[in-house]
């Protein structure tokens, strides 16, 4: 399987995507596509190609050993946390973690005026530790875990953060880029649930030296 085709015309779509899609980060970059490794240039590929904007190969933002970590992590199985259901969904990975609908998490949101994004991170704290945080939608939630590393010593082993919207997701990645934890994230308003759900089926399929 690869980019998600499992049928000999999916692979022909795939394969002719990614053609089109590697010539269009090419003019993008330019003399700047050396700078980045093998596997971080099959990461933006997938994004590239999951959004039909070669604009992210500018925006694609790496620190840290984050593949190396990410890779680490998904081979022994560790938990991914993610911020919303659709996030979930997108991910081919069978320990997720998922807490926004949880009646817990309305009751602390409630009782504590936070969103829920913010007290779904806090139920999450345990996974979080050691695991994979996914961020493609509420940068609250991003910004609550970066608080987790800096005020209660959370260390996950890499961080996807890629929250979209004008309202605090530029500042929540600057933020992440900011900590020491090894992270992927976009530069600016752009994200969402398509670009987290790219990198993360992307390390999870270089976990199992697959194509990414």
Known sequence: MFMGASTKDGMDIAEKSRLIVKEKIKNILGDKINKYSVNEMGIIERVVHATA???????????????KNGIEAIASNKP?????SMVEAGIRYN???NFIN???THKIA?????????????????????????????PTALFEVIRLIN??????????GAPVGFVKASESKEELRNTNIPS???????????VAVSIANGIIALSKNERV
């Open 95 to 97: 320990n997720i973690h």
């Open 151 to 160: 005020e209660e010593g959370i260390k996950p082993k890499l961080v996807v």
């Open 110 to 138: 409630k009782e504590e005026q936070i969103t829920r994004a913010v007290a779904s991170m806090r139920m999450a704290k345990e996974y979080i530790d050691g695991g994979v945080v996914v961020i493609g939608n509420a």
């Open 80 to 84: 991914i946390v993610v911020d919303i």
């Open 102 to 104: 949880h009646e817990k």
């Open 184 to 194: 992927i994230s976009t530069v600016g308003a752009k994200g969402g649930t398509p």
């Open 53 to 67: 904007d070669e604009e992210y190969a500018k925006l694609m933002d790496f620190r840290n050993e984050p593949l």
